[in-house]
């Protein structure tokens, strides 16, 4: 059974940075995408990047391009959003996500679809 950590949340100035972590484990991940969304509250959960374990191609949410990078290693099965230039909109639940694409070296990199998800991690952003 997959499961997913999260860790690296808290609370920062405008303008400052995180990096939120992911183990992943219980898998074999070299086919999967690993995904970050996030919720705050009263909205809908969105999708803020992803990326595939095999070629690292990555994609990313218009609202977070150029300030949020995702990365991943594979020797340790763990996955990182690196986040830059925080805003308080960025304020939310931020959860890691995992999806077997059964391929290797995939086209496109989803940004839904994931079946298997973390518990969580509070980002709080103050202005």
């Known amino acids: 059974q997959v499961q997913l950590a999260e860790s690296g949340g808290g609370l920062v100035q405008a303008g400052g940075s995180l990096r939120l972590s992911c183990a992943a484990s219980g898998g074999t991940f070299s086919t999967y995408a690993m995904g970050w969304f996030r919720q705050a509250p009263g909205k809908e959960r969105e999708f803020v990047a992803a990326?595939?374990?095999?070629?690292?191609?990555?994609t990313y949410a218009n609202s977070v391009k150029g300030r949020f990078t995702i990365s991943g290693d594979n020797a340790k099965n763990t996955v990182y959003l690196q986040m830059n230039s925080l805003k308080p909109e960025d304020t939310a639940a931020y959860y890691c996500a995992a999806k077997n694409l059964g391929i290797i070296l995939p086209l496109a990199t989803p940004t839904n679809g994931y079946n298997y998800w973390g518990q969580g991690i509070q980002v709080t952003v103050s202005s």
């Open positions: 990326i595939n374990w095999s070629g690292g191609r990555t």
